[in-house]
């Protein structure tokens, strides 16, 4: 059974404070993202990478940014938490190549981080 | 980068009842991969259905099927004999099958099913 973890399902966070989510994947995904889920502006892309030590940046990536050190975990760090960053933070994993575009993102269950 | 529309934040289906969501999207690919997403009131988000452009067949997954209009770039999902566990928020996605990493996504349609 596929699985994508995050370390946590609930974070609150004071303005100011450097703030880290992970994500775990146990599938060998070359791909991760990172995406922020508000109401009425659905999922934002704020990075991805399709390899280790490799990043993209998506739509949003101001305020943050990530590391991937190793395959399987795919980091997101809000450098110095703002209010306007409480939201809920998704991961999911996907695989690369042409054979395998049909192939779907595994989500993981989000964190809702708030910060005040 | 492609926009995908969903135009119906919120929609309600009879229990037992057919309801169909919209989706449309924007591309000037010819090749590309679509996808409806399920995501439950405070649980995971998981794969509905997904479509292939190049095939003219629309996708079917029991209760869960698309219709799918390749020259007006529309991709709807119909699901039929509505349960209450298909309650939730659906997220229409597109995947490039030249950059294929990238996934973009719909606002969403928040369904609720009436008992």
């Known amino acids: 059974d596929v699985k994508v973890t995050q370390s946590s399902r609930y974070l609150v966070k004071r303005t100011g404070e450097k703030v880290f989510l992970e994500c775990v994947q146990d599938m060998d995904h070359e791909n991760m993202f990172w995406y922020r889920q508000d109401p009425g502006l659905g999922l934002r892309l704020i990075y991805f990478s399709y390899d280790v030590k490799m990043k993209e940046k998506g739509d949003i990536p101001e305020g943050y940014s990530v590391s991937r050190e190793k395959k399987e975990r795919f980091s997101l760090i809000l450098e110095s938490a703002s209010t306007n960053q409480t939201s809920m933070y998704l991961c999911?994993?996907?695989?690369?190549?042409?054979?395998?575009?049909?192939?779907?993102?595994?989500f993981g269950p989000g964190t809702r981080l708030t910060v005040l | 980068a492609q926009t995908v529309t969903q135009s119906q934040p919120e929609m309600s289906v009879q229990e037992a009842e057919t309801v169909t969501l919209s989706c449309t999207y924007d591309?000037?690919?010819?090749?590309?991969?679509l996808f409806w997403y399920k995501q439950p009131p405070s649980r995971q988000m998981i794969l509905v259905i997904r479509?292939?452009?190049?095939?003219?067949q629309n996708a079917t997954e029991n209760r869960f099927s698309v219709n799918f209009q390749k020259a007006a770039k529309s991709f709807s999902l119909k699901i039929s004999d509505s349960q209450l566990g298909d309650a939730a928020m659906y997220f229409c996605?597109?995947?490039?099958?030249?950059?294929?990493?990238?996934?973009?996504f719909g606002t969403g349609t928040s369904l609720t099913v009436i008992p």
């Open positions: 591309t000037s690919e010819s090749d590309y991969y």
């Open positions: 479509q292939e452009a190049y095939k003219q």
């Open positions: 999911a994993s996907s695989l690369s190549g042409l054979s395998t575009l049909l192939d779907t993102q595994y």
């Open positions: 996605a597109y995947r490039s099958a030249n950059t294929g990493n990238q996934f973009y």
